[in-house]
């Protein structure tokens, strides 16, 4: 049987696309960009408008990541 993913980790893999989409432009000017990859206005567009707006729009969406068990402290013991 096929694992269904839950709507929180859907979110959380276009956060991360769009994060690597807004990693990719940032620190370039758009000559740069050009330079670098074909002259694509759509593409330039998305990845510094619509993009960092996707991200404002989905980070309060995607729930707090649980700590990683083997990072936290042991339980208390319950010795008397």
Do not use: C
Not at 12 to 34: H, I, K, P
Not at 45 to 71: K, N, Q
């Amino acid at each position: 049987m096929r694992h269904k993913k839950s709507d929180a980790a859907f979110l959380l893999d276009m956060l991360n696309a769009a994060r690597v989409v807004v990693g990719y432009v940032s620190g370039r000017t758009r000559e740069q960009y050009d330079d670098d990859v074909v002259n694509h206005d759509i593409i330039w567009r998305v990845a510094t408008f619509y993009v960092p707006e996707l991200i404002s729009l989905l980070t309060p969406l995607i729930p707090p990541i649980p700590p990683d068990p083997e990072s936290m402290p042991p339980p208390p013991s319950n010795v008397a």
